[in-house]
């Protein structure tokens, strides 16, 4: 074989492998927002949801249901309770979940 065939083949698989690893990366955004939901006790529990930066915050009608282990397992760095509201830290993931929790919503 000529060595432009043997690079081409090199190129190929590691374009396969990148694209392989890239989609094993790749959150999904919707079972992790259906899965958030649940632990902040469903939508009927939620009054208000906002972002802002890496924050979410929620506003809720009881915050005593509210699953923090389960949040924190998700990938929240930090949970702030104050009264019914909860500011929840995700970092660059808080606006993308956001975004699927007010589709759900």
Do not use: P
Not at 75 to 87: R, T
Request: overall charge positive; charged content about 30%; aromatic content about 8%.
């Amino acid at each position: 074989m000529s060595d432009w065939i043997i690079y081409l083949i090199i190129i190929l698989a590691l374009l396969f492998i990148s694209l392989v690893v890239t989609k094993l990366m790749k959150k999904d955004f919707h079972l992790e927002a259906n899965k958030l939901l649940g632990y902040l006790g469903g939508k009927d529990n939620i009054v208000n949801a906002e972002c802002n930066l890496s924050r979410f915050k929620v506003i809720l009608k009881d915050v005593s249901i509210v699953d923090k282990e389960g949040i924190t397992k998700l990938g929240a760095k930090g949970i702030v309770e104050i009264d019914n509201q909860l500011k929840i830290i995700f970092g660059k993931d808080a606006k993308q979940l956001k975004k699927y929790i007010d589709e759900l919503l």
